[in-house]
């Protein structure tokens, strides 16, 4: 099996895969003379600069040298990481891409202090190793999917072990992928910001999206009733499918008159809110009287022009705002356990209601750049997952 080269647009050469293999864990090369040399293909044409070999203390992460557009990012060869204190060591078979990332490029989100700054908030794989004081509730070889602040596009990474679940045994790591990062957060917003109750009623912005469609089944299984905004007709029929009670084009009509048709005059109770000061009137008005509008997100912009505290006032409502990457290790590994004894059974085979994460698409690693675009597109509806190689198998690159 050969890979071909590309050059990026910071100016390395990298490897884009055609296959992987099993039973290798890192990228190996072999070329006359022992050393990595490559022919110029026709989109490499004259790169000077080469990323070099993965030994068994490295591994291939995506990367990006200054902040800007998609184009940008490439495949870096950097240090594999050594578990610490209390952590695991997870070889990554498939991480998932969220909005964090794509803010992290264009250099509006860092990651927290003592985070990698690969990117990846999310992965799927399995155990390869453990750091001292671990409890012993992992194993080698153990199937887990993680909750991360960073550091999951790469082939490792490392995770408190309180921050790891069990991947259910009839899940692909593709499928697992897209669950910590999504559901955590929707759950996270929903219970232990929002206090759902069952009845309630919730409207969910961005309905398709990956925390959108999470967020339907939550609900579901909260016993309340989700009502979801989106941008296409397929994607109001694809949250309709996932349990969305009613659902309503925000392009071209007015969702808070549609709600209160819905509701007959109530309203609702909370708010998952991802876009921010464009929606902001129209949330007031189909909010209820001591209703909760839970902000997570500004796709839109952040600033508001309007009366908005006495609107706030006049229905005894709440704004509440959220993010989840930044919370303290302690918190992540009460809302994991949580989510983990209340939801994660539901993923499995049997249950009652079954919760089902939605893949929108699968992009190999070298094709990271392309997942950008299509998520800044919204053409998504669910998850992009992106694929980790396991390695090439040895011989010369074409």
Partial sequence: MVGNLYLSSCGFLCISPREQREDC??????????SLTAQ????????????????????????????????NLYIKEVMKPDPGEGEVLVKVSASALNRGDLLQRRGKYP???????ILGLEAAGSVAGLGPGCSGR????????????????????TVPEGLLMPIPKDMTFIQAAAIPEA??????????????????????????????????????LAKAIPIVTAGTQEKLEATANAGAAAGFNYK???FSEKVLEFTQGSGVDIILDCVGASHWEK?????????RWIIYGLLSRGEIHGDLLARLLSKRASIHTSLLRPRHKEYKERLVRAFAEEVLPHFSAGASPRLQPLVDSVYPLHAIAEAHRAMEENRNIGKIVIEIPVCFKKGPLQ
């Fill in 40 to 71: 110029p293909t026709s989109r490499a044409a004259g790169a000077k600069r080469i990323l070099g070999t993965a030994s068994e203390e490295k591994m291939f992460a995506a990367y990006f040298d200054c902040p800007g557009g998609p184009e």
């Fill in 138 to 157: 992992w194993k080698i070889g153990d199937a887990v999917m993680a909750l991360l602040s960073g550091g999951g596009q790469a082939q490792y990474v």
């Fill in 111 to 117: 990651p927290p202090k003592g985070a990698s700054d």
């Fill in 25 to 34: 864990s890192t990228f190996d090369f072999t070329t006359p003379g022992g």
């Fill in 283 to 291: 949330n007031i008005n189909c909010l209820s009287t001591d209703g």
């Fill in 252 to 254: 071209n009509e007015d």
């Fill in 183 to 220: 559901w955590l957060t929707a759950f996270q917003l929903l219970h232990f910001v929002g206090k759902v109750q069952e009845g309630e009623r919730v409207l969910i912005h961005a309905g398709a999206s990956g925390v959108g469609m999470a967020a339907i089944q939550l609900v579901r």
